[in-house]
């Protein structure tokens, strides 16, 4: 079943990034390396993603409101919720149908990209982040509905902004072949271990991935730790960054702090996660068996 209100709360979305654009000019979100990180491979591109960024602004044509991103996003919920539904019933397992239709992972996903803060900043910011992350969700549509072309699409943009999402391959390919009810399509989480320096965005890609999983990860432990965790690392960033920036108090070891304590509750999440999605589907083992 569809999330109430759940067009109204997407254009809320939407609209609150333009007011922010608009209006938040004093927020200088652009100069933040949490947002536009110069690491190795985006040095090299610096020059060409300004000229395309350019192009984009000059043709009117602004990709950082996340609209289309996150209605992919939903169009891959609902495919998969539909795939787990028809291998369920296939199991005999009703009572694991009837506790899970109520729930739209899609629309659940699509909101939580829309309206997930670190997704706004780098719509007000103007970085190319939304534009990476739009060809890795196009590149997952393309897979979860067996449409070569387009995941091809997909990865070749997504490689030629940044070459972190070529570890997709292998799930991709797996993908094509048998479709979005096996394994390989818990894989996608695992892209924010591929960078040594994440940025915001991607954050904001794969929390919103993580909705797509949610009867999977209604177990997960540590949730509070989690949440708050995310939340002390994004208020924590802005002041060490304007203390060893601006004020010069700090040094480089306040920015290393910040990206340790950032990595660690990665590897939380990434272990949580992992250890939920095997005991969901033990959990559905021991049906099929019993």
């Not at 079943?1 to 209006?23: E, K, S």
Request: glycine letters at 6%.
């Amino acid at each position: 079943m569809a999330i109430r209100h759940y067009w109204p709360m997407a254009a809320a979305a939407v609209g609150f990034r333009l007011v922010l654009v608009l209006f938040g000019g004093d927020l200088h979100l652009a100069s933040r390396p949490s947002l536009s990180p110069q690491h190795p491979p985006r040095r090299l591109q610096l020059c060409r993603l300004l000229a395309e960024g350019y192009w984009l602004k000059q043709a009117s044509m602004s990709p950082y409101s996340d609209f289309i991103a996150a209605m992919l996003i939903r169009a891959t919920g609902h495919r998969l919720n539909i795939t787990r539904n028809r291998s369920l019933n296939s199991l005999e397992l009703t009572e694991a149908v009837s506790n899970s239709v109520n729930i739209s992972a899609g629309d659940i996903a699509s909101l939580i990209y829309l309206w997930n803060p670190w997704a706004i900043v780098t719509c007000v910011g103007s970085c190319t982040s939304p534009i990476e992350n739009l060809m890795v969700v196009i590149m997952i549509y393309g897979a979860c509905s067996r449409l070569a072309p387009l995941a091809a699409f997909g990865y070749v943009m997504s490689t030629h902004l940044t070459l972190y999402p070529a570890i997709l391959i292998v799930p991709i390919i797996l993908l094509l072949g048998y479709g979005p009810d096996t394994p390989p399509a818990k894989v996608f989480r695992l892209k924010i271990s591929s960078a040594s320096k994440t940025e915001v965005g991607d954050s904001a890609l794969y929390l919103g991935l993580l909705g797509l999983f949610a009867t999977e990860l209604a177990e997960m432990k540590l949730t509070f730790f989690l949440f708050f965790g995310y939340i002390g690392v994004s208020l924590l960033s802005p002041v060490m960054h304007n203390l060893w920036i601006w004020r010069g108090t700090g040094n480089a070891n306040f920015y290393f702090a910040t990206g340790l304590a950032y990595t660690c509750i990665q590897t939380v999440l990434v272990v949580e996660s992992v250890s939920s999605m095997i005991k969901h589907d033990r959990k559905l083992r021991l049906l099929v068996t019993a």
